[in-house]
């Protein structure tokens, strides 16, 4: 059907709705994969096109499960992997919130950066951190993403693992070197943040282990 819209009307690829969103953005959404192959082959296609709020179609290919044929489609029409969306975040934002390991292997194999800070000063990894995705983590530390860096409400990564209560985060983040005496806007620590006794034990256990001082002296 698809097909015999364009065959009928090329210039639909190009319509916007009214969220400035092309057809490519909704079969993105759908992981329509054989409609947007089919809309790449257009011409006038453009992979990089941004919707009213900046997002592309990698973007959105990179946030939503089972995306895999989808991204690895875009990434091979050369989607443009560090384009931002209006308010800073790349496609890398995207996945490492959705804890797509893969996706995130295939961003940073086509030059994805690590590095780029959002509107709200958070990196990759502050997001990885917030959901407790372990290899997301280590993936972003392998790939330069500094440890330390806090976002506009003054949190590390690290505050933000204890915060949602991912010890196994917050440990991988202490060995890489993540400051502990770091306090947030509110003047928190990161072990501060810890949601129950649990989850505090745990890690203060894991950081004796490890010879770390989670308290200034």
């Not at 959705?98 to 292997?105: F, P, Q, V």
């Not at 709200?120 to 983590?137: D, M, T």
Request: a negative charge; aromatic letters at 2%.
């Amino acid at each position: 059907m698809v097909e015999s819209l364009l065959n009928a009307n090329p210039r639909l690829i190009s319509r916007r709705d009214d969220d400035d969103r092309l057809p490519l953005h909704w079969a993105c959404s759908y992981n329509r994969v054989p409609i947007v192959e089919l809309l790449s082959e257009s011409k006038g296609f453009d992979v990089d096109a941004q919707d009213g709020a900046g997002w592309t179609a990698l973007m959105i290919a990179s946030s939503i499960q089972d995306g895999d044929a989808l991204v690895d489609l875009l990434l091979g029409k050369s989607a443009d992997v560090n384009t931002k969306t209006n308010n800073g975040q790349t496609a890398l934002h995207f996945t490492a919130s959705k804890s797509n390991l893969d996706t995130a292997r295939k961003l940073l194999a086509h030059k994805a950066t690590a590095r780029v800070k959002d509107k709200r000063g958070q990196l990759p990894l502050h997001r990885a951190a917030a959901v407790g995705n372990v290899p997301i983590v280590k993936l972003m530390l392998e790939n330069k993403s500094p440890v330390n860096a806090t976002d506009i409400d003054g949190s590390t990564a690290l505050h933000h693992a204890i915060a949602e209560g991912h010890g196994d985060t917050a440990v991988v983040l202490l060995k890489a070197g993540a400051e502990t005496d770091k306090r947030d806007a509110s003047g928190a620590l990161a072990i501060d943040l810890a949601p129950d006794a649990k989850v505090r034990t745990y890690i203060e256990k894991a950081a004796e282990e490890e010879g770390i001082e989670l308290r200034p002296s």
